[in-house]
């Protein structure tokens, strides 16, 4: 099914009026090119102990085998930088992104309205909705769409919201017409490069995720290897220093989403509260947020392991 200009207006108006800063579109289908970059990153075991992503390969190069009929992929971004002044010293540091309730579930909220939404305006419509979630290649259809461009820090950046934003989608067997791509404007831009503590972007555009503080603070179960004792820069959820430095961060646009700008107990927190955090504590304060993930066990190793 095609839509007409009017319909196709409509909806992305709707994207808007449910919070998304960011719409773009792009035709669904196999995706050639970072296929094999997947494969050769699996192969090489780049991906740690993220083993869900060597699941479901077929389906995470081509979106076609998770919804019928699939013709489209629309991609949204809604930003997540909190309004209100962030800790700053003697505390440890949580990426941005986990200031507020858990992405997940906030966005497909709006996601599914958004898919209602369409298929009220034009009519029976097939589709499925992800935020991060199921095999999706976000950041691939984010790019292709125009929602920005690949950094060199392996992020979207968009010249106007910089990158601190969520990527979400709906595939659906509906034809809208493509925004197509943007052009990369990173250049001979390196400050992500030179700023990341533990070489994890030694080669731009693509991360060794292993040596990532992200990977190392949320995903690595097991104990941080020494090789980045000293290099963690306090953090212990997370880490924002890539997208800090980027030039382009400084678009940057606070959230409207109340749910994203909801100040948690911890704010602040001094090195010493971190260090005596209680489980009990850890669960009243961290309720509903993505820091949940982590567990208090998995802090309690990372602030241990900062010393």
């Known amino acids: 099914m095609k839509i007409n200009a009017h319909q196709g207006f409509a909806i992305q108006q709707k994207s808007e009026e449910l919070g998304f800063s960011l719409f773009g579109v792009s035709k669904a289908g196999f995706l050639e090119e970072e296929a094999p970059r997947l494969e050769s990153f699996l192969k090489n075991n780049s991906h740690g102990e993220m083993d869900w992503l060597a699941n479901n390969f077929d389906k995470r190069t081509d979106p076609t085998l998770l919804v019928d009929g699939a013709k489209t992929v629309i991609s949204l971004g809604l930003e997540y930088l909190p309004a209100l002044p962030l800790p700053q010293d003697d505390t440890y ?178 090195k010493r509260d971190w260090q005596e955090i209680t489980e009990d504590v850890f669960l009243k304060v961290f309720a509903g947020t993505p820091v949940m993930r982590a567990k208090v066990a998995g802090l309690k190793k990372n602030i241990a392991f900062l010393g």
């Not at 507020?100 to 599914?112: M, T």
């Not at 959230?255 to 700008?261: D, G, H, M």
């Open 93 to 270: 540091k949580i990426s941005k992104y986990a200031y507020g309730k858990d992405y997940h579930k906030v966005i497909k909220k709006k996601l599914i309205e958004l898919l209602h939404f369409i298929q009220e305006e034009v009519g029976e419509v097939n589709g499925r909705a992800f935020v991060d979630s199921a095999p999706v290649m976000e950041k691939a259809w984010a790019q292709r769409s125009g929602l920005g461009w690949m950094g060199k820090n392996t992020l979207i950046l968009n010249r106007k919201k910089g990158s601190q934003f969520f990527i979400a989608e709906l595939i659906v067997d509906l034809e809208l017409e493509e925004t197509g791509p943007v052009k990369d404007l990173c250049r001979t831009c390196n400050l992500c490069v030179e700023a990341c503590p533990t070489d994890a972007l030694s080669t731009p555009y693509q991360i060794e995720a292993t040596k990532c503080i992200s990977y190392l603070t949320i995903e690595l179960k097991n104990e941080i290897p020494m090789e980045f004792k000293g290099k963690m820069a306090d953090w212990i959820f997370g880490c924002d220093i890539c997208q800090d430095v980027c030039p382009w961060t400084k678009n940057s646009q606070p959230t409207l989403e109340p749910s994203f700008n909801r100040y948690v107990g911890w704010k602040d927190y001094s």
